[in-house]
Each structure stands twice: as C-alpha cells, then as structure tokens.
C-alpha cells in the first residue's frame, strides 16, 4: 500500500538495533511517504545522522537548535505536522521516560507535544525486555493508547536468546501500512463477551444466582468495541446500561446463555468469557409458586453445561477463547489446569486475596496465564484498565495468528 503524502516521524533511540532504521527508512521512502527522522543524542552513537537524513532526503532533528542555521527545531510543529510517530528502537530508557512524562531531548518533547497515533518498537536484552519496571512502562504506554511493535525472539547482540529484537523492517512497515489502511487493531474482527450472572429460576418468583454486577464483562466489550471489533454481549441480568454500539442479547439462565453463544460461536473471532455462569440449576422449575411449609424445603440442583468448555472443544485455531477463574487456594495451578481442561488461549484469574478486586466495585487484579503457563501479573486499577490490558493480550495474539 503506497503512503504517498503521509507524514511519518521516526524517532530512534541509542540501540544497537538502530541500523534496522536505514532499511526502514528506505522502504518508506520507497512507498512516498514523508519521513523525517529525530534521534535521541546517543542514538548517533549508533548509526549516523548523515546516513539516515541521505535515505529520508530530508535534515535530521536532534537538538533543540539548529547550530548551521540558528533556528529553532519546533517540537510542537513537528509533533503537530506528523500523521504517525514512530519511535525505534525504543530503548528501556526512553520507554521509562516516556512512560512517566520526562522530556530532556527533542525526541521526548516531540513524543509529548504529539497529537497523533504513537507506534513503539522496543528492542533491548532480554533481561531488560522483562525487567518489570519495562513491562510496567510498556503497560503504562498501551494505556496511553500507544501501539506496541512488539519485539521478536531470536539471538540479541549480547548473544542471549530470546525477546527483545527490534522487528524486521518490513514488519514495522506492515505495521504503519496496517494503521493507515485500517487504523484500529481489531478492524473486521468479531468478539464476543459474556457478562453478569446468571438467574436458575426455582418457581415463578424465585432463583439462584451471584453477585455478580457484570462491570468486568461490559467494560471488556466497550474496550474491544472502540478497538474496531463487531461486539455481541450476552448478558446475565445486570444493572449496568449498553456500551455504545455493543450488540446486546439479554438472557437469564445458563441454559439460555450457552444457546446464544453456540449461535454466535462459529462467526466469532475472539471470545471472552467473564460471566458467573452458575454452576447448578434446579432439577425442576415449580410451576406455582412454593409455599412454605413447617419442614425444611430440598431442592434438588443438577449440573448446568459448562459454556466455556463446550465451546473450548469446538474452538478453531483462528480464534482466541479466553475464560476467568476466581480461585481462593493455589491459584495460580487451578488457574492453569482450567485453562488445559477447557482449552482456552488464555485464563484470567481474579484475586479473592486483594483488597479493591473482585465482584461489585469498579477495580480489578488480575493475572494472566498463556497456554505456556507464562503469566502477566497486573496491579490493582480500573475495571476499565483491566480490560484495556486483557484487549491488548487479545489483539497481540490476533496479530499472530494472522501473521
Ligand atoms: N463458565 C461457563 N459455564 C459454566 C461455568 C463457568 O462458561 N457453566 C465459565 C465462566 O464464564 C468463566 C469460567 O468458566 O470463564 C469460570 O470457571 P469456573 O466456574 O471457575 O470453573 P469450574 O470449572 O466451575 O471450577 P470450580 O467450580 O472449580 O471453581
């Protein structure tokens, strides 16, 4: 796809992988695109300014002021005039800085006067790739509403193996033509989301059901909804209004719950399983109302379906099927068998154990388990927050079952 007439601002930082830039520069150009480069003062350490300002055609920023010309290098023109800012490699250092606002060179002002989209590519040693602190920042920055160009496997300068290698070129080429063509990740993508609790009526009057709000569960469609995807909510009761242009389908038990998702299954591409569905319903509904008598009253339950593992047998390998766990004793092992049993992409388990997570209010702890069993621990915030990171887990792993 050609780029003729977009702006693209590529700001490189003093990584090794810098060297990757010429090549991308390069393509960029070669598809007529606008590019002009900022380098953070150590990234010349790397590659020269002469070598990449002769493959953009065009002078590249690095200070404040311009010392052939004594003028001013305007961050906030430059921030305004770009239709897309890419920053690679990313280095843990300008990641950390930009993560929490510091602004000591002319790539970091830029960053922070930009008001267009943000792509990040980082590329560091392992090590350093999954030091916390740099996935915190990485977190922080997807919650910016930056684009990750998430660093590929394979050997690193310092010879470890493993994540942190700056993507290919032609990658992060794929990645600005994605976002022009089709600015939002889940564009053409179809979910969907169950939420709430589920009502097991006992007689005309009465149920068994949770205290479940389904805030979890809303706030995951309305995330994936403004990330481009179609979203169907099959809800539980809840109180809670329709995100916007969320495809809302209302039920009441576990049985109804599975019909609707069996009808939506095959279509869907990404499906998110955060209701309470109950675990057992009454053997037989009464058809008049009980009345209470001098003995006490048996009901006799029997097992509802378990949706999620119904639909987990089913489940094509262009799909991501993701389930919840609320687990109280050795978490982190229930967790995963669940995720094996039910065969799902991945697990999210709520805390019971922190104070702010769980049913009701509007936070959430949670952590995240792959397939692998490698999880992604995040801190207590917003239930909003929480399904922004579990959208961002979704869309990461989209990508790579279409790529
Ligand atoms: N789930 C479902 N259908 C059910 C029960 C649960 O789809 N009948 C889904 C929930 O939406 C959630 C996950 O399964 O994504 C939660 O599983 P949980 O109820 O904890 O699993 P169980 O296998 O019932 O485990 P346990 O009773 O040990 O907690």
Not at 51 to 70: C, F, G, M, Q
Not at 84 to 103: E, F, V, Y
Not at 116 to 139: G, I, K, R, Y
């Amino acid at each position: 796809m050609s780029l003729k007439g977009k702006n693209i601002a590529i700001g490189v930082c003093g990584g090794i992988a810098a060297y990757k830039i010429a090549s991308l520069v390069r393509l960029l150009v070669k598809e007529n695109a606008n590019v002009q480069v900022l380098m953070t003062p150590d990234a010349k350490e790397f590659i020269t300014p002469l070598t990449l300002a002769t493959l953009s055609k065009r002078p590249v920023l690095s200070d404040y002021i311009n010392r052939h010309t004594e003028t001013w290098n305007n961050h906030v023109e430059l921030g305004l005039q770009a239709d897309l800012l890419l920053i690679a490699p990313a280095t843990a250092n300008t990641l950390s800085k930009m993560a929490h606002g510091a602004c000591d060179n002319l790539l970091l002002a830029t960053y922070l006067s930009a008001k267009c989209a943000v792509m990040f590519a980082p590329a560091m040693d392992l090590d350093m790739w999954l030091h916390p602190s740099t996935q915190e920042n990485v977190h922080r920055l997807l919650n910016f509403g930056n684009i990750l160009i998430a660093p590929g496997k394979g050997e690193l300068a310092s010879g470890l193996i493993g994540e942190g290698r700056l993507a290919e070129p032609e990658e992060m080429l794929q990645h600005i033509q994605h976002f022009f063509s089709n600015s939002l990740p889940l564009e053409g993508k179809k979910a969907l989301v169950t939420a709430g609790p589920t009502h097991e009526a006992i007689d005309p009057v009465r149920f068994i059901g949770n205290h479940s709000s389904g805030k979890m569960g809303y706030a995951i469609a309305s995330a994936l909804q403004s990330l481009g995807a179609t979203v169907t909510l099959v809800s539980g009761p809840t109180q809670l209004p329709t995100p916007p242009k969320v495809n809302r389908h209302d039920v009441t038990s576990a049985q109804e719950m599975l019909e609707a998702c069996s009808s939506h299954f095959e279509t869907v591409d990404i499906i998110v399983m955060s209701a309470a569905v109950a675990d057992y319903t009454p053997v037989s509904v009464a058809s008049q109302k009980i009345k209470k008598k001098d003995t006490n009253l048996e009901i006799a339950l029997k097992k509802t379906t378990d949706i999620l593992a119904t639909l987990g047998k089913k489940k094509t390998n262009k799909q991501t099927l993701v389930g919840f766990a609320l687990e109280t004793e050795n978490e982190l092992q229930n967790a995963q068998d669940k995720l094996q049993r039910k065969n799902l992409d991945y697990i999210v388990l709520n805390s019971m154990q922190d104070k702010g997570a769980g049913f009701g209010g509007d936070t959430n702890k949670v952590t995240m388990i792959d397939r692998k069993g490698e999880t992604q621990q995040f801190e207590l915030k917003s239930k909003k927050d929480v399904a922004n990171d579990i959208a961002a887990v979704i869309i990461a792993h989209q990508a790579a079952i279409n790529s």
